[in-house]
Each structure stands twice: as structure tokens, then as C-alpha cells.
């Protein structure tokens, strides 16, 4: 039975006590054997404020967290950035990179995901890179080539021992917060391009997981992460809350593991 990938984007949303109380919260859910470090690998991601907060009440288990960006400089005159190697001293493990929202609200190139992909996993940050296409590029036919031009322009900038750090996220623009979920079939096909160019890269020694994300819920959980080639969840909406945060899981482990 494969390992599952839990992971939460809180984006702009938690304030430090509501993060605290969360974490509390899933302390309280997350006991027994369903959550063995062997079965899932949960992680959050809150606003930059929130994290020493959410940090200091992290339950026990397998349950990390991470920054929702990084800057590619150390440090200057880089007025509102966090540099990696801040996300790393106040304790992340984990760091989000290249999210469409970071590509099209606030114009990131494949070259500043590239460079902020390498300066994540050499400040030795485990690093989601996020991909996926828009609604007239997946209209117009061209999700493969923008899904080749986004992974191979950030594999470049993979440094070679550090590829087992990395963790794919297929990320369909259009499905982001609309509650239009990419069908399983779609988000496989996807995922197992994804997986064959990471292989190709980075041959068979690193096995870089593949999540999907995009309007996961509890309802279309089991379906897709039943898939070969999706290894979890990259959740917005639904990671809010721990019982719909959860669920998507839960749900995935009764459908097809009993
Ligand atoms: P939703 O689950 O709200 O669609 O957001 C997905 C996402 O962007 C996670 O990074």
C-alpha cells in the first residue's frame, strides 16, 4: 500500500492562535496505526507569521511544516522577501515553490522558480515544486508542453544529490479554489508525464513523489490518489479545517485499503 502525501497550502489564511489551535486539534485525531510515519507524510504550510506559532504546537507523528515561498538571496536589500535560509532557521523542513498563484499574481517566471528551486534544496529544504497549466493553454491543447517547459526549465537547477529533496505538484490553474476538481484519468495522465521526465532527470535512486492539487475534498479523494502515479495531495480550501483536511485521506484508506 503506498505512502500518502498529505500535504496543506493554508495560503493567506490563519492567524498564529488559530494555526496553535489547529495543530491541537490534530493532535487529538491523529493517533494510532492509520497514522504511521509508513502511511502518510503530513505537512502544513502556513503564512510566514504563523509558523513559529504552529511549529511550537506540532503534534507528534509524521507531521512537519513548511513556508508557502522563498526568496533565491540570502539576504539584502530585498524589501518583503524571506530568504530560504530563514524558512530553515526557524525550524521548516519544507518550502512550496513555483505555485501558480506566486506565477500569476505576483509574475514569477520559470527562471525565478528555477533559482528558488535550487537555493530551497541547497539551504537543505524539502521543496514541493508546483506546476500546471491554464484554461486556454489545457483548451488549446498544449498542457503537456507547458508541463515539459515548467519541470525541465526547474530541473536544470536541480543540483544532483539534492534530487531526492524534491516533491512534484501538478497543479491545473483552473481547478485551483473553483471546485472543479481535473478528473482522475486527466490528473493521472499528468502526473505519470511528470514522473517520466523526473526519471529521465534524476534516474531511478530518487523516487520523487507526485501530488495533485486542486479542489481536493473529501468527496474526490479516493478516486485520486487511487491513481498510480499521484501520491498525494496538495490541499487549499479543505486543509483549513481538520476534520475536511483529514477526511481526504481518511476517505482514500476506507475506499481502497480497508
Ligand atoms: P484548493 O484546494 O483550494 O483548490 O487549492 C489548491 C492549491 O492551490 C493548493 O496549493
Redesign the pocket.
Known sequence: MKKIYLYG?W?MNMLPEEGEEFCRSLADRISGRLYGSDCVDICLFPPFLAIPAVLKALPAGPVSAGAQDGYFEDRGAFTGAVSMAMVRSVGCSHV?VG???RRHIFGETNEVVARKLEKALNSGLKTVL?FGETLEEREGGKTIQVVQDQLLSAFQSVPEVRARDLVL?Y?PVW????GKNASPDDAQEVCAFAAKLALEAFGSGSLIPVLY?????DSNAAELLSRQDIHGA??????LKVDSFLAIYENYRKAFAG
Open positions: 497550502n495560503k512550496l505555485h501558480s498563484e508546483c505538484a497543479e481547478a485551483i479554489g473553483t492539487g486542486g479542489s481536493v475534498k496538495l490541499v487549499g480550501g479543505a486543509s
